[in-house]
């Protein structure tokens, strides 16, 4: 029989031992396991009732599609060029997961309220649609049946809810400083309330029972997950608002630019993408990304469950460097950004309505959001 594998370390390599060798059927708690934590995102069955799986992913594919819709009303160069690069630079950035130093746990960025200061909350929303599509087509990451709760979790409250919690702060605070504030804490809660629909979403699939306890573990664990994403989007942000202001996001002042100047931070950005995913991605944490530690310790996710997708780069390694992992990592990095930058300049290129439309910003004003 196939055996269940839990990414903790070792607390008895005796018990370890009795479970992998099929004397014992139980795995203890905290057996060590090789497979790799390179894994983010909510896999194949473990959101496995049929109904809630189509809901989910009718909420979805309606909040997408408005997302879409509101393309239409942004400046075609702006929402394009910036579309693709954060499209590349959340990928990347999320094959690098951080330690929580106090225990045997990762986190990611997940990048939803970054995308949403720098282009608003539909189109940082239709950013983390094709990061999340790419991820599970290319690389195996995240289940074709979960895709509409991981779009859910980190893509409608991640960028259009962060956005909402965001724009208030920016405004009562002001200026560069309320930017900054606002993003850093907007980041940290939507991890949270991400955490908690992935609760609210295991229960209704007939975890009920469990509910309390998941979402003690799920929000105890993405507290602290969510404390890297706000450093993260803070320094992003930090750095943006002192070079480049005229990209946080502003949806009252004008503005107009040219393809020209676009093209130039296109390269800009897809160059830093690559740096990240080249460079850091194959040294990210080995431990187990939050959403995995949580479901070894509620054994609510399975590894050994087939994926429902055959994806050319599974657990993010190129096919062919089996035996040169960290090369491996990069090169998968390499084409996952290059696939995804495409794939966002593309959609922008085509929902976002030719920039017609006047009366979109491109610089932060003191006191706007």
């Known amino acids: 029989m196939q055996r269940q594998c839990f990414r903790y370390e070792v607390f008895d390599e005796q018990a370890y031992s009795a479970y992998h060798e099929g004397t014992t059927i139980e795995p203890p708690i905290g057996i060590r396991c090789e497979a790799s934590p390179q894994a983010m995102h909510i896999p194949d069955a473990v959101i496995d009732d049929p109904r809630v799986i189509a809901a989910t992913a009718a909420i979805a594919v309606g909040g997408l599609a408005f997302g879409v819709s509101r393309l239409k009303r942004q400046l075609r160069d702006r929402t ?157 942000v930090k750095f943006v608002l002192q070079t480049r202001p005229d990209l946080i996001y502003e949806p009252d002042a004008n503005g107009e630019t040219t393809a020209a100047r676009w093209g130039q931070v296109a390269l800009a950005g897809l160059g830093l993408a690559m740096v990240v995913a080249i460079f850091l991605a194959p040294f990210a944490s080995k431990h187990p990304d939050g959403l995995n530690a949580v479901g070894d310790r509620m054994r609510f996710i399975n590894e050994n469950t087939p994926s429902l997708v055959k994806s050319p780069m599974r657990d993010y390694e190129m096919p062919g460097l089996e035996r040169f992992k960290t090369l491996a990592k990069a090169a998968a990095g390499a084409v996952g950004t290059l696939v995804v930058f495409g794939v966002g300049l593309v959609l922008a290129r085509t929902f976002s309505g030719g920039g017609q439309t006047k009366g979109r910003s491109e610089g932060v004003a003191p006191d706007a959001a």
Do not use: K
């Not at 986190?107 to 309220?113: A, E, F, I, K, P």
């Not at 955490?195 to 309390?212: K, N």
């Open 80 to 236: 394009t060029v910036l579309m693709g690069i954060m499209s590349a630079c959340v990928f990347a950035a999320q094959m690098v997961n951080f330690p929580l130093l106090v225990a045997p746990v990762s986190g990611h960025l997940l990048g939803g309220v970054l995308a949403a200061v720098m282009l608003g909350p539909w189109a940082g929303s239709c950013v983390i649609a094709t990061v999340l599509i790419v991820q599970c087509l290319l690389c195996g990451d995240g289940g074709l049946s979960a895709l509409g709760a991981n779009f859910i979790n980190m893509g409608l409250i991640g960028s259009v809810i962060g956005y909402a919690m965001y724009a208030p702060i920016r405004r009562a605070i002001g200026g560069p400083r309320g930017v900054l504030i606002g993003a850093m804490a907007a980041a940290w809660f939507s991890v949270i309330l991400a955490a908690g629909a992935f609760s609210v979403e295991l229960a209704v699939s007939g975890r009920g029972d469990e509910f309390l306890s998941v979402l003690g573990w799920m929000v105890l664990v993405h507290a602290g997950i969510g404390l890297g994403e706000a450093i993260i989007t803070g320094l992003v």
